[in-house]
DNA sequence: ACCTGAACACCGTTCAAGT
DNA sequence: ACCTGAACACCGTTCAAGT
């Protein structure tokens, strides 16, 4: 479903109803459900994320398994960003049409040539896989992109900002005054966090491996 | 409210509208906006996040940095598999109540002695906390709890297994048929992994960190 | 000024009436 | 047997009527 995968990207996900995509495709609310084959809404859902996981598989992976994973983890974050409604259905539906199986694959083949048990390898991949979806999670609550329904996103931050100093100027939270943590982060610091931990990350299970066994110089 | 939390333990996030806990609460649903003081629904939302958020803040934090962030990344694991709805609003609230802010002084706090950069450290925090997240996900999203709302879960279980035994067979995908990684996961499974990548984590964040500076043993 | 019930503008889905 | 429009059982929120 093209059209239901734009207007979330436009809109968010609440605008995505049968009702909604049938009016936009000049169709009756009914036909939907045969026109794409669904017997309830969320499978619509699951065709969604199975259309977007197209995006997520690389036309090369690099042989190296380093940067085989490096390049994996950057675009799931660009494609996570890109359609960021995602991130509401984290959750809710499992990666499992055919694009989703090509991603898989993919993935499993970054680790293809390093001799090592399956499960490791398996937990690896979803240790990879997990902490870009959390980073994105994070990365789109503090753009807020979702948030501004009532007010813009300027109006939110404002509330945030005065509502939280008041907190904080309240209790007795030392760490937190001194880092001016809850200061909402930047796009810059977002991507610098992201790619830092990545790189802990990658050099944790990097010691995991016995370097013998790799591929990599 | 209370009530709202556990009315979306029991059945999922669906089940928390405004109509329902007037019902709950023998109350008319207009009269929910002004007892709950909120505007709009949204904010309920943020509500019970920060109710729960309660449960993050450990009694005792270890001195030790690693042990500490372990023990919080294992809290949070648990408090957001207990309150599985949690992960639906993930991109949408921020952590921002009373509770939020007590729990990001703790974690701040798990940090408080290492000598670092304060960009550096906030990383190190940000890098645990999204892969706690994004590992939850996965494991809410493969236990299927959120899934059987029309069929059980071990009917929706047998139709992806089937429907993705069909996709395999039909296509050229080495890897996912050698390991047959498409089975489902077990609890056990989901564990290990999420205590894999922890270590790994860990690790790497050790290593970038000057061994000198930490008070650990 | 405050409260509140009816009303409005939506939902997903059922189901019977029509072909 | 298939399609489809009306109807049902819900939503969140507005707003005017009542106090």
Not at 13 to 42: G, N
Not at 51 to 60: C, D, F, G, N, T
Not at 69 to 96: C, E, F, P, T
């Amino acid at each position: 479903m093209t059209s239901a995968v734009s207007l979330a990207d436009r809109e968010g996900l609440r605008a995505v109803s049968i009702r909604r995509i049938a009016t936009d495709l000049a169709a009756r609310p009914m036909s939907i459900y045969s026109f794409a084959a669904i017997e309830h809404k969320d499978e619509l859902f699951d065709l969604m994320i199975d259309e977007v996981s197209a995006e997520l598989v690389l036309p090369e992976l690099p042989q190296n398994w380093r940067e085989a994973l490096h390049a994996i983890a950057l675009r799931l974050r660009s494609v996570l960003l890109r359609h960021a409604w995602w991130i509401d259905l984290i959750g809710r539906n499992v990666l499992i049409g055919p694009n989703g199986i090509r991603y898989r694959e993919q993935t499993l083949a970054a680790l293809g040539d390093v001799q090592i048990d399956d499960t490791l390898k398996l937990a690896m991949l979803v240790a990879v896989e997990t902490y870009v979806v959390g980073q994105t999670a994070f990365a789109i609550d503090e753009q807020g992109a979702t948030h501004g329904e009532g007010r813009t996103h300027e109006q939110w931050q404002l509330a945030r900002e005065s509502y939280q100093r008041a907190l904080i100027e309240a209790g007795n939270f030392p760490h937190i005054a001194r880092l001016e943590a809850f200061q909402p982060t930047s796009p810059e610091d977002r991507d610098r966090f992201f790619t830092l931990g990545l790189e802990w990350l990658l050099a944790g299970i990097s010691t995991a491996l016995d370097p013998a066994t790799t591929t990599g110089p």
